[in-house]
């Protein structure tokens, strides 16, 4: 279920979205262009799928609005629609991802980036000498940005052999969720979409999140690469505390 | 001693619910859990106050100090035996308390399964309760217990809650959540409670903001508010 705060017309826009994967990577990435641009919320969604979440505004500590598992969040200016997740998924996302297919289909959102991860361990010995991001786009993507990519030098997303025995090889991106289903379902639609991913491993992956905003902004050209801000993103006041509060006085 | 000595132990990440993301692991959870919500009279059309009771101390409180001659009117139930919540009468409102053995991952569904209630509710509450060091924050706390509170538009709009606000970047789970989710996208008048307590027991002091929230809330004094019972700490501390 869907809910939006005004009806606003998404036509020509990018949705941004990330898959809940290793590391929370691709969450940590929205929460950072939401916060860096300022997004403002427009909407909600609902679904069973995830474990209900409540908290304050993460995102500014003087607003009385709430977060939830899944809001929806838009920049007018840089046409830009977000959906950020804040919750692990505990059911098959079926019908998650059917409601945001149909979103996309009916706001007429031109292009879809979604932000995942995958286990670092996954990384064969070839790619440790490249750098540890990857990009899967759709057929209908290919047709317009295919030169964008290759003047990135942006290496797709390699297939890996089934077993050690055929040569049979198939896409995957072990630890990054939902990433790659909802891929299929947006190139079965024909749907513009990119699914930008970065190999790492648990841990404080707040530099992994930085870099993949990065790499994704060279494509998406979101953030002005010539002012300062590039590098410099603003971090949400909901990353505070990560490592707990702060040592009680007693103990000194 | 490690049972998996010399065999490659994938890492797991706590981005998943289960161990892993692979297909088969969302299979353990059925998608359709059965919730109904059965009444012993009819059905009411509208509720005028709506509280629901979630987490074993709130719970233990709530039947000892306030539920303890209320009628259940109502149940929620799934395929198990037991109910997964009962639902009581007082006056004209509604406490409804979930079975502290409920699990998390099933709190998304019992949220969707309570959606046609919520929408005849006017004033919708929920109380939980959790530990104050899991309070993130650089208020200096000097008492035995907190309430903080997250409400919906609905409520923020009427009311000023600005102080007791629970603070980013703590957040609430489970069906508390679930219906003030569902309560907001809906425009319903919701606010959930939370009582930080510096221990697992209740005592007369911690125990304080609830006594004095449940007086506000059902407009009267608690009638039999004694510190005695299950879910108040009532043990020596001369031996162990």
């Known amino acids: ?252 | 001693m490690v049972s998996y000595f010399g065999e490659v132990v994938h890492p797991s990440s706590r981005a998943f619910w289960n161990d892993d993301d692979d297909d088969e692991a969302f299979h353990c959870h059925e998608d359709n859990l059965g919730f109904s919500i059965n009444w012993t009279n009819e059905e009411p059309v509208t509720i005028k106050k709506f509280i629901l009771i979630e987490g074993q101390i709130v719970a233990e409180f709530t039947l000892s100090c306030v539920l303890k001659d209320a009628d259940i009117v109502g149940t929620i139930d799934n395929k198990s035996e037991k109910p997964i919540a009962k639902i009581y009468k007082i006056d004209d409102v509604y406490i409804c308390v979930i079975d502290s053995n409920s699990e998390l991952t099933e709190a998304g569904e019992l949220t969707k399964t309570l959606s046609h209630l919520l929408s005849k509710i006017e004033k919708l509450y929920a109380i939980t309760a959790d530990h104050l060091s899991n309070l993130k924050s650089t208020e200096e706390i000097d008492s035995e217990s907190t309430l903080k509170l997250l409400c919906s538009s609905k409520a923020a709009k009427e009311n000023n809650f600005k102080d007791c606000i629970l603070n980013q970047p703590n957040i609430v789970t489970g069906l508390s959540a679930g219906v003030l989710t569902y309560a907001d996208i809906q425009d319903i008048f919701c606010i959930i409670y939370i009582l930080y307590t510096d221990t697992f027991d209740l005592d007369s002091k911690n125990a304080s903001p609830l006594t004095k929230l449940f007086s506000t809330l059902l407009e009267k004094p608690i009638p039999q508010f004694k510190t005695s019972g299950p879910c108040f700490f009532n043990k020596g501390n001369l031996y162990m």
């Open chain 1, 1 to 252: 279920m869907i809910k939006l705060l005004e009806e606003v017309d998404l036509s020509g826009y990018t949705l941004i979205l990330p898959s809940v994967s290793v590391g929370n990577v691709g969450q940590l990435s929205v929460d950072l262009v939401i916060a860096t641009l300022g997004l403002k919320r427009i909407g909600r969604l609902f679904d069973p799928a995830f474990i209900p979440l409540v908290g304050a505004d993460p995102y500014d500590e003087n607003s009385e609005d709430i977060c939830t598992a899944v809001d929806i969040y838009v920049c007018r200016e840089k046409k830009l629609i977000a959906i950020q997740i804040r919750s692990p998924l505990v059911k098959r996302p079926i019908n998650f991802l059917k409601t945001v297919s149909d979103f996309i289909s009916e706001k007429n959102i031109s292009k879809v980036i979604i932000l995942t991860s995958s286990f670092g361990h996954e990384k064969r010995d070839i790619q440790l000498r490249t750098a540890p991001l990857r990009y899967l786009a759709t057929n209908t993507l290919l047709e317009q940005d295919a030169k964008t990519f290759e003047d990135l030098s942006w290496i797709a997303l390699e297939p890996k052999p089934i077993d050690d025995f055929s040569n049979q090889t198939s896409l995957q991106i072990h630890g990054g969720g939902f990433a790659k289903i909802l891929f299929e379902i947006l190139q079965k639609n024909k749907v513009p979409c990119v699914v930008i991913m970065k190999y790492c491993s648990e841990g404080d992956n707040i530099p992994d999140a930085i870099e993949l905003t990065n790499y994704f902004n060279q494509y998406a050209k979101l953030i002005d690469t010539d002012s300062e801000l590039l590098g410099q993103f603003k971090y949400p006041c909901s990353w505070k505390f990560l490592f707990g509060n702060s040592p009680p006085k007693e103990i000194f």
